[in-house]
């Protein structure tokens, strides 16, 4: 793979031509996301014709607007015309406004009307990732007929391995997968071959919901229905994985405390990197405050017993990691559709119950630890303190995600980074109360 | 979804029976999940026999194990005799050793090889969830014999959209989609169809790598090679999918320091609840026991100037939500290949770059907020001390994860809640020098 990036260095454009023709579309565009953006220009422009569509089709979206900006204007009208509809909906999408209307227009009436329509759903349906162009079935076909018009209405369509069914007024009343056309006797009819189970999706349906269901039927792809009911299209397990992934780390880097960068990292410019991690960490900060605050009004006790700040971080440290495990997991069995909201109370009790067993651990560990070193009343201080904080953080890190989901907030966005700044300051409000009680101070 | 809940709460028998057949295998499925073991049980062996094989291949492994436990042993043959070769393999693989090696010899000799063979590939091998079942075609074969041998030997064959093509010598020379053979001319040979791109994953290669990588090509499978080279499976594209999410799930759930629970959350006992949290919440304890002793170190220091203490939460907070954020993105790039142990130096200088940004930022919007309060020396010390805790953070958080994955351990296991533990006791002694220094204590 570094191979293209010598043969640049060493500027060797005939051995780039000759790679070019002799590597597969999935290895050069691997490369190209490897060489300087300039560089990345100019070897796309060297990519055999009838491959560098292929290729194009391969890059992330960024790359893909970085590419075009470099082509001359046949030839990015080219591309656009011959992708699929929902790339080119989706690459269009996170362009300039003005810049993607002018490219839309360069399309032709066919393929601008598709494209139009997808983006004329709202953002993250299921509308928009779609494929609008599919082959539609009916129950009355005898099976060779079905597969005759698969062959000839099917060509350079990309949902090829599903087929909407519909009955004779039009109402989709069931899918089948290519396979099972394939092995089905052809002087059968389609409609014989359709089992009790319609599923569909529609188009307004959020795309991470409408993917995960697909994945679950277990077919190919779903039929698409609009508001109406009308079938206006088909979602491919293709699309329906990436959307899967791209949610997924959403959720991994909202774990982490910060946003997705919507961008390959390397391909992140330094500002973007810094911007997806800035907000959170303005949000944290403030919270963070708090502690500070809770602190200050216990100046005094700590004045005291100065031992006591020997432990703050240890304890809150723990209550935030006890309030993340909480939060995580129960983030990810509601994005596996494990847990429902109405499971509410079941995971409560269940939370706290693990907090309590976490917390009776930690502490009964921390006393001989402790004891010895510090005191037996300051043991006595730290085990109690643990064992309170780790069932509150434990019951904090599972209801705030299942609230935020309910009332329609990403629960990614109240996950770990922010229980844990919020344990943090009601831990210290715990522990010092603790400690005044205990050390009667 | 909850009506089989209120079926069975209703003891309405034959309410359940009707609800079994007008409801669809997934709906089943789902609604099993969320009833009590007892009723589940109950449940599944009212369902018709042409359909519970189909529900039961629906579950997560623990209902799949749970419920043959409470059925008859003939029954218990007829669905293993009957399930995906992949998917058996997967059910036995968590079984005890015992109990699946008297469950393998009650399968037919064919089932039983099969089997056997793919638990005799390395674990989270390629291998293990490969279809050992798949229809080779041959590059001299026309169109036409190519759809006939489909027909005939594709029957109950799970890897039927993508087929394996092997020159007169029996070696791979690339792989043609289903689609493609439908839409191309009878007449034709299969030969004439292929590109000149080859795609294989090995047995004994990383499941995870061999998913994304098929995912990549775009391929709805891809022939699976063993050590010699010999054709042995294809890995499928929803195996490969199912993959993928696991090691998505793993990798957020470590992001928030918990281990994997391999259960539907609702099913998992409190037990495995504690135990798959209490590992990690150890580790982290003693990882979080050097911040008492540096504190105990500087508590001279910390008694001269208590407000010293007031800052401590905040400043660790942010440090190591810097350095979770480090961690999480270049894991995250990581897992979806846009970075490698190669591109360490490049992804170094940035994340210093970056974090010093962020350094700088929050340092620069502490001063007049803590100044007035609590002086202006102070004030620098805590700026100065978030600009150099923020850089050490985004370097620890990168360098670390990339250098794990190197020495061949999963990097989610240095990410987020470790990082931000190392941080927390470096950052303090930080702070207290830089405080020493300013403020000449």
Do not use: C
């Amino acid at each position: 793979m570094e191979k293209l990036s010598e043969l640049i260095e060493q500027r060797d454009l005939k051995g780039i031509r000759q790679w070019l023709v002799d590597t597969g579309s999935l290895e050069i565009a691997e490369a190209l996301t490897r060489v300087e953006p300039e560089q990345r220009a100019l070897t796309f422009r060297l990519i055999p014709k009838d491959r560098s569509l292929d290729v194009f089709e391969m890059l992330d979206v960024p790359y893909q607007q970085e590419i075009l900006s470099t082509l001359r204007d046949s030839n990015v009208r080219d591309i656009l015309e011959n992708m699929e509809p929902d790339d080119r909906a989706k690459l269009l999408d996170e362009m300039p406004p003005a810049l993607a209307k002018q490219l839309l227009e360069g399309l032709s009436f066919k393929e601008r009307r598709l494209t139009s329509m997808l983006l004329g759903y709202p953002e993250n349906s299921a509308g928009r990732i779609m494929s609008p162009e599919f082959v539609e079935l009916h129950g009355e076909m005898f099976i060779k007929d079905a597969m005759e018009k698969v062959r000839t209405s099917g060509r350079g369509v990309e949902a090829i391995y599903s087929f909407p069914i519909t009955d004779d007024k039009g109402r989709l009343s069931g899918t089948i997968d290519l396979g099972d056309l394939v092995m089905a006797d052809p002087l059968q009819k389609v409609g014989d071959l359709l089992t009790e189970e319609k599923y569909s999706v529609t188009t307004d349906q959020d795309q991470v919901e409408a993917s995960r269901f697909l994945l679950e039927t277990g077919f190919a792809a779903l039929p698409v229905l609009d508001s109406d009911n009308h079938l206006v299209g088909v979602l491919t397990f293709d699309d329906a994985m990436e959307v899967l992934r791209e949610s997924d780390t959403e959720d991994i880097l909202r774990t982490g405390a910060s946003e997705p960068l919507n961008a390959p990292y390397l391909s992140a410019s330094l500002f973007m990197l810094a911007r997806t991690r800035a907000v959170w960490l303005l949000v944290l900060a403030l919270a963070a405050t708090l502690t500070v605050n809770v602190l200050n009004i216990f100046q005094v006790t700590l004045q005291s017993v100065i031992k006591l700040s020997l432990f703050i971080p240890l304890l809150i440290g723990i209550g935030g990691n006890i309030g993340s495990q909480s939060a995580t997991i129960i983030i990810r069995a509601m994005a596996l559709g494990e847990v429902y909201f109405s499971d509410l109370l079941k995971v409560l009790v269940r939370e706290i119950r693990v907090g309590f067993l976490l917390g009776l651990i930690l502490g009964a560990l921390s006393l001989p630890v402790v004891g010895p070193f510090f005191g037996w009343d300051m043991a006595v201080v730290l085990g109690s303190s643990l064992l309170s904080i780790a069932t509150l953080a434990a019951f904090a890190g599972s209801v705030l995600p299942m609230f935020a989901k309910r009332i329609g907030i990403d629960p990614a966005v109240v996950s770990a980074p922010i229980i844990s700044t919020l344990v943090d300051a009601s831990g210290l409000i715990i522990y010092f109360l603790i400690a005044k009680a205990i050390l009667n101070i």
